[in-house]
């Protein structure tokens, strides 16, 4: 995988959404112990993406449909490192957290209790396009200096201030990195090019500097602010904040701009503009739950209402597109199940 064609990551990475496509039944049940007791209260990791206060109303309203199904209260762990999310679902000291692929994939390994408990469709309403983006970003202006001919590229990046968000980060590190790493050791003077001789900058190192935002909005920062000259951001945790200005979305050359009114961390850069110069498809993030912690009649609970068509219809979980309601979801979706097998294609990437 390190030195296949990037067109080949992407297809594989599809492929597995292909073939999970119509997968209805989630590990989470099977994983259970039979003799679980649940807590008196269910808790919720957030990642630092998701634990911005402006989505507060979502995972208010996902608390609310959890509470009423399962007659359980529930609680909200906002973190502010991936790790943390990670190790508090891993341990059972969360029993629920909202995860991307890698730091899902990160969590089972520590615990292979914890599973996928629903997943956010595509807009088709089904895994085919379950979808969202990892993709470089350069600020406004700089852009020509990634140009080949007409296209962009990311030729030029070597030598560059690097901004990643973390190292448990799919859209963030893990896909971007893995990305790298196939364009460049194709030369011989990066052949023996590994993901993990992108994590320190400095002489003789691939960036001059590395830097980690902790969350995709705060990678962004980095790249609007010039403390990187290039930085990974997926488009879900930063699309409430900006709109797109001109080009395609989520294509090579889209450019977005900060809205007037954003929120922090982008109160004091309203019209700050950046352009996308690689896009890169990464499947959905799970809702996982640690199938040692909970009873299956409590997971059951809570799978038939989260993919429920009540839930579906929820406004503040799943945001119409011309709503000023800020969340994680955008209609139309729904919640499915799935299993653990569908996120091989993230598990592959370090192969």
């Known amino acids: 995988m390190k030195k296949a064609p990037l067109f080949a990551l ?7 959404l292909l073939a999970g496509c119509g997968s209805t039944t ?8 039979s003799d679980v007791k649940d807590p008196g209260t269910i808790t919720i990791a957030w990642l630092p993406n998701n634990a911005a206060e402006d989505f507060k109303d979502t995972r208010a309203e996902i608390d609310q449909v959890i509470e009423k199904a399962t007659g359980l209260k529930v609680e909200d762990k906002l973190t502010t490192d991936y790790g943390i999310t990670v190790e508090a679902i891993a341990s059972g000291n969360a029993q629920l957290a909202f995860l991307g692929g890698e730091s899902y994939v990160e969590s089972h390994k520590k615990n292979p209790k914890v599973v996928p408990l629903v997943v956010n469709s595509g807009a088709s309403g089904t895994l085919e396009d379950a979808l969202y983006y990892s ?37 963030g590190f893990k896909v971007p990195s893995s990305a790298i790493v196939s364009e460049f050791s194709k030369q011989d003077k990066w052949k023996n090019l590994k993901a993990e001789d992108l994590l320190q900058g400095g002489n003789g190192k691939f960036f001059s500097q590395v830097l980690f935002g902790g969350s995709h909005q705060l990678s962004l920062v980095n790249v609007l602010t010039d403390k990187s000259d290039i930085s990974a951001v997926d488009d879900v945790d930063v699309v409430s904040y900006v709109d797109l200005t001109s080009g395609e979305l989520n294509k090579p050359g889209a450019v977005y701009t900060v809205k007037k009114d954003a929120a922090d961390p ?30 299956k009649k409590t997971m059951d609970a809570m799978i038939k209402a989260l993919t429920s068509d009540e839930v579906a219809k929820n406004e503040k979980i799943f945001i119409p597109k011309d709503s000023k309601a800020k969340g994680f979801f ?12 569908w996120y091989q294609p993230i598990r592959d990437l370090s192969k």
Do not use: C, W
């Not at 955008?330 to 097998?341: G, I, M, S, V």
């Open 10 to 16: 992407v297809i594989i990475l599809v492929s597995s």
């Open 26 to 33: 989630s590990s989470s049940s099977s994983g259970s112990d």
């Open 135 to 171: 993709r470089m970003l350069v600020k406004k202006g700089n852009e020509d200096q990634y140009k080949s001919g007409s296209n962009y590229s990311i030729a030029n990046i070597a030598g560059k201030k690097f901004s990643f968000v973390s190292t448990s980060s799919t859209s």
């Open 266 to 295: 982008f109160s004091k850069l309203a019209g700050a503009q950046y352009v996308i110069i690689k896009s890169i498809p990464v499947m959905n993030g799970p809702i996982a739950v640690n199938s040692g912690a909970l009873s």
């Open 330 to 341: 955008n209609a139309p979706q729904h919640f499915l199940t799935t299993d653990d097998a």
